[in-house]
């Protein structure tokens, strides 16, 4: 499949999970892919993975902390000035901490909103201001699918009081994205997102070494099981490809059936 032939996409968070499957799935379908996320290490064994796949150099690293402005900034810049252009962003950096809200304490609460929201907001609008410009000075005639993926959650519809800087912050990330979209329909640029439920990721990795935790999922899950990265990389490619032409500012929700049980 090439359904990424000649397309320049950014991954956040890429080093594992959801961003790791992701960027393997994209590079694997014709993108060229920027792997983005704070450690280094991690970037260059998926850096190496996939181009010893491909055989060609599809995937480059870009060590950057996605909550710092001037971070995301030199990002931009990278692609510019390497690229020239780009064509899809893939918001997936995310992290948590647990506690109540009578419990957390403002650092807590910065770190998970940053974490999970302002990240999202300042790759959005660097990037985003990116795509424009590609638009503009491109040639007429020759449109390319551009769209935003950004990673929501489940705990975006369904609060968790140990969890409430989470669930909130994944919640404005869906509302953000529908209001994303509006801003950016008129260049042609989709903006969508997608609510993983339970996925086997180091987010969750200690819950699941629980088996009451486990039991607890499958008991609430329709499917009865957690979720496997790459299944959500599935959804996130669909999106961001042109067979999804026709959809923005919509949240699939990829929960397992957690949410109708």
């Known amino acids: 499949m090439t ?33 983005v996320g704070r450690t280094q290490e991690k970037l260059e064994l998926v850096s190496n993975k996939i181009n010893e796949a491909s055989k060609h150099t599809v995937a480059h690293i ?27 962003v893939v918001n997936n950096a995310g992290g948590s901490r647990q506690s109540k809200i009578l419990e957390t304490s403002s650092d807590d609460w910065d770190f998970v909103q940053q974490t999970n929201l302002k990240s999202v907001f300042l790759v959005s609008k ?18 390319r699918n551009r769209s935003i993926v950004n990673v929501a959650s489940l705990s975006g519809y369904k609060a968790g009081s140990h969890i409430p800087h989470y669930s909130s912050a994944k919640a404005a990330v869906i509302n953000f994205s529908r209001a994303l ?66 959809m923005t500012g919509s949240d699939v929700l990829a929960d397992g059936g957690w949410l109708i049980t």
């Open 3 to 35: 359904r990424f032939s000649q397309t320049i996409a950014v991954v956040t968070g890429a080093g594992s999970g959801i961003g790791e499957s992701t960027a393997i799935r994209l590079a694997s379908e014709g993108a060229k892919v920027i792997l």
């Open 126 to 143: 660097a990037l985003g201001n990116l795509m424009v410009r590609g638009i503009k000075t491109g040639i007429e005639g020759q449109e």
């Open 181 to 246: 979209a509006l801003e950016l329909a008129p260049y042609g640029i989709r903006v969508n997102s997608v609510s993983p439920g339970f996925v086997e990721t180091p987010l969750t990795e200690q819950g699941l070494q629980n088996e009451s935790f486990q039991a607890a999922i499958r008991r609430n899950t329709a499917l009865k099981r957690v979720g496997r990265p790459e299944e959500i990389a599935n959804i996130i490619t669909f999106l961001a490809s042109h067979e999804a032409s026709y």
């Open 62 to 88: 870009f060590t950057a902390d996605v909550t710092n402005e001037d971070d995301v900034n030199n990002l931009a810049t990278f692609i510019e000035e390497k690229y020239g252009d780009l064509h899809v």
